[in-house]
């Protein structure tokens, strides 16, 4: 049995408006991730940690994702971007937070995985760590992108307080909600995450962000705190998507992995899950998958770009419905 799922992010209240513009360019990357990611974890050629990594690098290569290129901007103007991975197996983590010279950060969490020692490594020390290790590296121009520039300067023009309350003040790469306006905006584009089972019977997570327009210097989101916003164990493996401190808040990827474990009923866990982040401002999503193959992808906002590769099985979807 091998599973692939994904996700780019969680974001809007209201009815399902239809697709945008460019979202055929998100529906085409996410086909492409999970037909040459899952059939490589299908035929047994990649486990499932390398999986999870192969298609978050994919994904952070898509400048219309909030990861890697194409990475919202800062109050400060610069990209700032934070990862993490874990197997389910040992319990294996890494992590980096707020690098800024990495095309692929979560290649850089998963060195620090397998180096075994720290799990999490931040700034600048996380990027000279990767570099040396051979991982790619970037320019801060490299990175940004035209919709992200005017995006950035929206809310440098009409935003008085940068790095205000999530929920009010800020434009969220989750929960764009139409306040950007311009001819650069559009909604929904988020972080992105990956989970899998592979045949051996290993669960996987990975997740990578560039956070939320305007966020101020040194702010961390769930993407890069295992238990918040990343969880694989022997059971389930987890990735989320919404605003970052209520799943810091709710430690909702290992609460769902508890809830799981008593009840045994995904779909029925990973909804109370959304239902306690929800008060706390943090509308959003989240993927799973389990040990027996069962798969979820539930999110309480009006979209949540994502798809699944289940045994040779594509589907894809933004809004309400998937699609092959």
Known sequence: MAILVIHGGAGGDGPWLGKTPLDPDRIDCMKEVLQHVGSRLENNEIDCLEAVTLAVEMLEDEPLFNAGKGSVIGEDSSITMDASIMRGSDKAAGSVINVKRLRHPIRASNLILKQGWPVIMNGDAADDFAIKKGLEEVSQDWLKTELRLGQWQQWKDSKSNPGATDEDDSVLDHDLESRVTTEFSDEGMGTVGAVALDYAGGLAAATSTGGMT????????????????????????????????????????????????????????SNKILDEVSPLGGRGGLIAVTSSGEFAMPFQTRLMYRGSWNNGILEVGIGPELEN
């Not at 210097?217 to 705190?225: F, H, L, N, Y």
């Not at 694989?232 to 919404?242: N, Y």
């Open 214 to 269: 305007g966020k101020p210097k040194g702010r961390v989101g769930d993407t890069a705190i295992i238990g918040a916003g990343t969880w694989a164990d022997e059971e389930i493996a987890v990735s989320c998507t919404g605003v970052g401190e209520a799943y810091i808040r709710t430690c909702a990827a290992h609460n769902l992995a508890t809830k799981f474990q008593t009840s045994q009923n995904l779909m029925e866990s």
